[in-house]
């Protein structure tokens, strides 16, 4: 109990940030996709490098997960349904204002339209479990 009530602390803290640092903007979003702002760009790039980072310490460190369990980063070789998902990805970030990271802190803010982007994000998770053996992978 005690892990889980850290665990969304940690997320309530994390879509205060998100709030706080306009990331979850469709403003900001919109300037991004208009290349008129280097914000999200700023965001995303530092959130690689401290992705890199992380990464990087684990494996120096063999970090265990909260349960004590080796942590495993399986290689994933580069293909073109990449290239695909990422379109398409991008293209529903792009018409929504809103990749799904946010989208509690969206709807927490407020935000309740966002409601239908993630009922859209959840049934598209099922149409790719569905159509998955037939994708390029």
């Not at 946010?102 to 049934?123: C, D, E, M, Q, T």
């Amino acid at each position: 109990m005690k892990k889980t009530l850290v665990i969304y602390f940690i997320g309530l803290l994390f879509g205060a940030v998100f709030m706080k640092a306009e990331i979850i903007s469709w403003f900001r979003i919109l300037e991004m996709f208009q290349f008129a702002s280097f914000h999200m760009y700023g965001v995303i790039g530092t959130a690689v490098v401290v992705g890199i980072i992380s990464v990087a310490l684990i494996k120096k460190l063999q970090l265990k997960t909260l349960d004590g369990e080796n942590i495993q980063i399986e290689y994933k070789p580069f293909t073109k349904g990449n290239v695909i998902g990422g379109l398409i990805f991008g293209i529903g970030w792009s018409i929504t204002g809103a990749c799904p990271g946010p989208l509690f802190a969206l709807i927490g803010g407020g935000y309740l339209s966002i409601i239908i982007v993630l009922i859209s994000a959840i049934l598209g998770t099922f149409v790719y479990g569905a159509l998955k053996n037939k994708l390029p992978h």
